[in-house]
C-alpha cells in the first residue's frame, strides 16, 4: 500500500479509500443493494489486510447504519483507534423535522455528536459537509465547524461537490477569520464524467487541497464491457440513472477504450479506470465501493499499474462535454 498525506496536512492516508455506503441496513430503504453487517465484515478485514486506513462514510449513508456497521468492525477486529483515518459527512436529513437538513450551527453540533455515538468513537478524523447549503450563511456553517475542530471532536475538515466558486469562497473566509480550513475535496470525477478539471480540480490544486474522487468507477460502469447485464445496483440505484444515463451511448467509447487497454495489459478494466484516476494531477485517494471481494483485489492491484502515454490518449480522446452532475 502507498500511503499520501490529506491535503497539505502531516496525516497520511492510503491511496486507496474505501467507500462504506457500500454497508448498512437496507430495510432503511435508503439503498436495496447494500450488504449488510455480517456480510460486510470481511471488506472492512480485507482492506485492513491490504493496508487500507482510510475509511469513508455518511450520516445518511442507510440512515446512520454505515457508521455503525464501521465503528463495530473496526473494534471487533481490533484496530487501535489512533492508526485509523475515520471520514464521515453531514447534510441530507435523517428525519422529517424542519432542523433535520442543512448545515446550520444546531445541525452541526447535534449530527457531530450522533456520528460519534453511531461510530462508538471519541472523535471524527475528517468531517466532510456532503453539499453545500443555501439557506444558511456560509460564515455560520464555517465558524461551527471550526468550533467542532477547536473541541477536538473534529481533526479535519472536508466539503464534497459543489460550484468551484462557492469552494473558493468558502476557502478565502476560512483564512480571513482564522477558522479551520476544508482540506480535502470530494468531487464526481472518473473517465465518464471530467466537467471538475475545468475548475474545482484547478482550484484544488492552487489552495493545496486534497481531492478525493467519488464514483471514480463510474457506479461499476467502467469495470465491465458496454452492454453487459445489469447488476442490482444497476437497476435499483436512482441516484446513478441521473448521474450516467443521458450520455451512456457517448460514454460507450471510453468504456470500449478501457477494456482494450485492460485486455491489453491483461489486467481488469477496473485496474485501468483506477490507475487513470490516481494518475491525474492532485488526486489524493479515490473512494472506492465494493461489493465482491475482487473489487478491493482490483483497487489495491491498480496502485502498480502506471499508464503510459499512448494508453492515457487511448482513454482520454473519447470523452465529450457533459452536463454537470452529482451536485
Not at 36 to 48: G, V
Not at 105 to 127: P, T
Not at 305 to 320: F, I
Request: proline share 4%; net charge neutral; glycine share 8%.
Amino acid at each position: 500500500m502507498n500511503y499520501v498525506r490529506l491535503g497539505n496536512t502531516g496525516t497520511k492516508v492510503s491511496q486507496i479509500c474505501l467507500g462504506c455506503m457500500t454497508y448498512g441496513d437496507a430495510k432503511t430503504g435508503t439503498h436495496e443493494w447494500v450488504l449488510d453487517e455480517k456480510a460486510s465484515r470481511p471488506f472492512y478485514a480485507r482492506a485492513l489486510e491490504g493496508g487500507i486506513n482510510f475509511f469513508d462514510t455518511a450520516n445518511i449513508y442507510s440512515l446512520g447504519t454505515s457508521e455503525e456497521f464501521l465503528g463495530r468492525a473496526m473494534r471487533e477486529l481490533g484496530q487501535r483507534r489512533e492508526d485509523l483515518v475515520i471520514a464521515s459527512k453531514l447534510h441530507n436529513p435523517l428525519r422529517r423535522t424542519p432542523n433535520a437538513r442543512g448545515l446550520s450551527r444546531k445541525a452541526i453540533l447535534f449530527e457531530c455528536d450522533e456520528s460519534l455515538r453511531r461510530l462508538g468513537m471519541d472523535y471524527i478524523d475528517l468531517y466532510q459537509i456532503h453539499r453545500y447549503d443555501h439557506e444558511t450563511p456560509i460564515e455560520e456553517t464555517l465558524e461551527a465547524l471550526d468550533g467542532l475542530v477547536r473541541s477536538g471532536k473534529v481533526r479535519y475538515l472536508g466539503a464534497s461537490s459543489m460550484w468551484a466558486y462557492e469552494f473558493g469562497r468558502a476557502l478565502q473566509l476560512q483564512s480571513r477569520n482564522g477558522w479551520a480550513p476544508f482540506v480535502t475535496m470530494q468531487p464526481h470525477y472518473n473517465l465518464l464524467y471530467r466537467e471538475e478539471e475545468r475548475e474545482m480540480l484547478r482550484l484544488c490544486r492552487e489552495e493545496k487541497v486534497g481531492v478525493l474522487p467519488w464514483s471514480p468507477l463510474a457506479r461499476g460502469r467502467l469495470t465491465r464491457p458496454s452492454g453487459q447485464g445489469q447488476t442490482k445496483r444497476d437497476a435499483t440505484d436512482a441516484f446513478a440513472k441521473k448521474l450516467y444515463a443521458a450520455t451512456e451511448k457517448a460514454d460507450r467509447e471510453i468504456v470500449d477504450a478501457v477494456e482494450r487497454v485492460a485486455k491489453a495489459r491483461g489486467v481488469s478494466m477496473a485496474q485501468i479506470a483506477l490507475a487513470w484516476v490516481r494518475q491525474q494531477p492532485g488526486i489524493t485517494a479515490p473512494i472506492v465501493g465494493a461489493t465482491k471481494l475482487q473489487h478491493l483485489d482490483d483497487a489495491i492491484a491498480s496502485l502498480a499499474v502506471k499508464l503510459t502515454a499512448d494508453e492515457l490518449r487511448a482513454v482520454e480522446s473519447p470523452y465529450v462535454a457533459h452536463e454537470v452532475a452529482g451536485f
